[in-house]
């Protein structure tokens, strides 16, 4: 079982910026995928950026540009740094990670069913 905690969140005005960290613990895969998702008012849960184990990045559409998802070397903290920030970005965001074959593609594109281990969130809130 993985461990994931996450942190960061906060309330900041449009176009600042926040940086979310996860922190993960427990059994880890040899292999895994680990990603960002957010649940926003408007949709359901959603995936914003993932990451492989050789730094290959993945990003929704809405975030491309704005959000780097970058990991520590030993892939225990998972880092999400977010730039001008939008209204629209406002909901909790949660850290996941899920087993995966070597060079496998990690999307934030997949339903968030396929992602078995979840941290409890950090919420953030965006004001105009």
């Known amino acids: 079982q993985v461990r994931l905690v996450e942190s960061g969140g906060g309330s900041v005005q449009s176009g600042g910026s926040l940086r979310l960290a996860c922190t993960a613990s427990g059994n880890t895969y040899s292999s895994y995928c680990l990603g960002w998702f957010r649940q926003t008012v408007s949709a359901e849960r959603e995936g914003v950026a993932a990451?492989?184990?050789?730094?290959?990045?993945e990003y929704g559409d809405s975030v491309k540009g704005r959000f780097t998802i970058t990991q520590d070397n030993d892939r225990k903290t998972l880092y999400l740094e977010m730039n001008n920030l939008k209204p629209e970005d406002t909901g909790m965001y949660y850290c996941?990670?899920?087993?995966?074959?070597?060079?496998?593609?990690?999307?934030?594109?997949?339903?968030?069913?396929?992602?078995?281990?979840w941290g409890k969130g950090t919420l953030v809130t965006i004001s105009s």
């Open positions: 996941a990670a899920r087993r995966s074959y070597e060079y496998e593609l990690c999307s934030p594109a997949e339903r968030y069913e396929v992602w078995p281990n």
């Open positions: 990451i492989d184990g050789h730094e290959m990045a």
